[in-house]
């Protein structure tokens, strides 16, 4: 096994590891969000106390994701930590200038229902998505 051969072995069982345990506290952070989410209603009839409980937790949990998604960007090559991070700022700038827009529509009575913030994360994540398979593409 060549200097290279060991290098990109190494590098492969780092970044595998890393998107591992990216997943695993993205999979913790869904779990711990569903259950601030859902258990005052249906597990502990809106206990004050237990609800705070849930919602640090899942703070916790999504700084710890958070954490674990940087980590994960800085194990990447220099090509794919651009390709993701490009993907990034777009979804960002896309998520800031529509969803004040959308906010706006409300606001100026062009439309009659309340904005939702899922409405805003559904477009942010197809953004994302969009912009990271065209980066591939462009960098190919």
């Known amino acids: 096994m060549t200097k290279l051969d060991c290098e990109n072995s190494s590098y492969q069982t780092k970044n595998n590891a890393n998107t591992i345990i990216l997943r695993n506290w993205t999979f913790a952070w869904v779990i711990t969000m569903a259950i601030a989410a859902f258990s005052p209603?249906?597990?502990?009839?809106?206990?004050?106390?237990?609800?705070?409980?849930?919602?640090?937790?899942?703070l916790a949990v999504g700084f710890k994701m958070l954490v674990a998604n940087r980590d994960y960007l800085r194990g990447l090559d220099e090509m794919q930590r651009t390709i993701l991070l490009e993907a990034m700022a777009l979804a960002l700038g896309v998520g800031?200038?529509?969803?004040?827009?959308?906010?706006?529509?409300?606001?100026?009575?062009l439309i009659t229902y309340q904005p939702e913030i899922p409405h805003?994360?559904?477009?942010?994540v197809i953004t994302y998505g969009l912009a990271v398979v065209s980066g591939h593409r462009k960098y190919q």
Do not use: C, P, Q, R
């Open 41 to 58: 209603k249906f597990i502990w009839d809106f206990n004050t106390a237990l609800t705070i409980a849930a919602v640090l937790i899942n």
């Open 96 to 109: 800031l200038v529509v969803g004040l827009s959308y906010e706006l529509l409300e606001d100026i009575k």
């Open 120 to 124: 805003i994360v559904f477009l942010m």
